[in-house]
């Protein structure tokens, strides 16, 4: 059998029985490429090398050769797993077909949640399959579409809460194409300046030390601009729970893309995930935010959460101008009296404070909860958080600044 060429590598020829294994693990490294990891031709080349070096002795020591070769980061560790569990399983067509035609109880046990890394790394493998399959020539259909409106902007308008598995998977990769803000704030600090701006003593003197004064140039410096912190509250309780995957996969964007940005949980306590937030993965991120929770979508106790923050977060991420995003429905029936006293505190420590409610999805809402009444005051703007299109709103407003329409005091006169 003649050598052949693939992924720009030379592939020898396998000799008789070996069952393919340098093609197979051509065929896994491609597999890993799609799957989102940073793989070479030369990777590969090391991986064929180090297996027919070592051996296949067990799984685990097959296993272990490939992870040294191909696993660069940590964050692709879990995929790595995952496509190695699918791509290297054991196909055994025999005993799948006995244990489908044998007659079996049904399973009444609780589905094992998906490993992080398990969606990509299965699409990854889906995809080769797919595309090794013949393709049929579709006939051309002209549809009139003047009276219809785009399948995009019927997804930007309909609710979170209502969206379908595809929907979400098609919303998520829409909110990983957002436009970030790039609002900026004015420091106390300088930095140097090439235009003629304020006169910096200090530079123009060091600049004249190297002539030894026979040359005084003046420097200058300007007022040094930067992003300033972006907190996020978000809570996490079961009146929450059809938002909160999404709003995660949100702030996940936000925190890969931001440099100052800061994310706590809470539903009957606190929890600071912004450590698992910054996972390159998105789904290494939200499961280690599940891990980090122990009261997801249980009860809520705002006040408590935002008297807990104030004391113990509020000095130390809240300086410099931050702005706080508040992401709840407000629905607090015992500590009023707290909630309204943490707000105002809230209030005054940061910037701007803008409270995002997936109740305003309702044209009909009116402040009339309690909690709601008692957090209004305190707050910058009042948003809706429930679909792609107020996402994207949220997103614009953080660089234009406050919005009238979005003032709380049009619901304070309602009381």
């Known amino acids: 059998m003649a050598s052949g060429t693939q992924d720009g590598i ?91 035609m044998s007659p079996v109880a049904p399973d009444h046990r609780q589905k094992e949640k998906p490993k992080p890394g398990e969606s990509r790394a299965s699409d990854a493998l889906l995809s080769n399959r797919d595309e090794r399959r013949p393709q049929r020539e579709a006939p051309d259909i002209e549809i009139d579409s003047r009276f219809t409106s785009s399948g995009s902007e019927v997804l930007r308008h309909l609710d979170f809460a209502q969206m379908s598995a ?46 030894g004064g026979a040359l005084i140039l003046p420097r200058f410096r300007r007022p040094k601009e930067m992003q300033p912190p972006l907190v996020v509250l978000a809570d996490i309780s079961g009146s929450m729970s059809q938002y909160t995957r999404i709003f995660l996969h949100f702030l996940h964007v936000l925190t ?10 809470f539903g009957t306590r606190l929890t600071n995930v912004t450590r698992a937030m910054r996972h390159k993965d998105p789904d290494q991120a939200l499961d280690e935010c599940a891990a980090a929770v122990r009261d997801w979508s249980g009860g809520t106790r705002i006040g408590e959460a935002l008297k807990e923050f104030n004391r113990l977060w509020a000095r130390r991420v809240l300086g410099q101008g931050a702005i706080v995003l508040l992401i709840t429905d407000g629905l607090e029936r015992e500590g009023v009296e707290l909630l309204g ?35 209004l005051p305190h707050v910058d703007e009042f948003r809706p958080v429930h679909n792609l299109l107020s996402l994207a709103d949220l997103v614009s407003a953080l660089t234009a600044g406050r919005a009238d329409s979005y003032d709380p005091r049009r619901f304070l006169g309602k009381q």
């Open 166 to 211: 595809a929907e979400i998977a098609v919303a998520k990769k829409e909110l990983a194409k957002l436009q970030l803000p790039l609002d900026r704030v004015r420091t106390r600090r300088f930095a140097p300046s090439r235009t003629v701006a304020k006169v910096d003593p200090r530079a123009t003197m060091r600049s004249a030390l190297r002539t």
């Open 256 to 265: 890969e893309r931001r440099r100052r940005m800061h994310t706590f949980l």
């Open 10 to 100: 030379i592939v020898a020829p396998s000799p008789p029985g070996d069952g393919r294994l340098a093609d197979n693990i051509v065929l896994f490294g491609r597999a890993l490429r799609k799957a989102g990891l940073k793989i070479g031709p030369g990777a590969i080349a090391d991986a064929i090398e180090a297996v027919e070096t070592i051996g296949i002795g067990s799984r685990e020591e097959f296993h272990a050769a490939l992870c040294s070769i191909f696993v660069k980061r940590h964050e692709d560790l879990a995929v790595f797993d995952e496509a190695f569990r699918l791509f290297w399983r054991s196909r055994d067509l025999v005993a799948k077909m006995i244990a489908m």
């Open 341 to 375: 006293q943490e707000m105002d505190r809230l209030h005054r420590s940061c910037r701007r404070l803008i409270w995002l409610n997936p109740l305003l999805r309702f044209e009909g809402f009116e402040a009339r909860a309690r909690g709601v009444k008692a957090m």
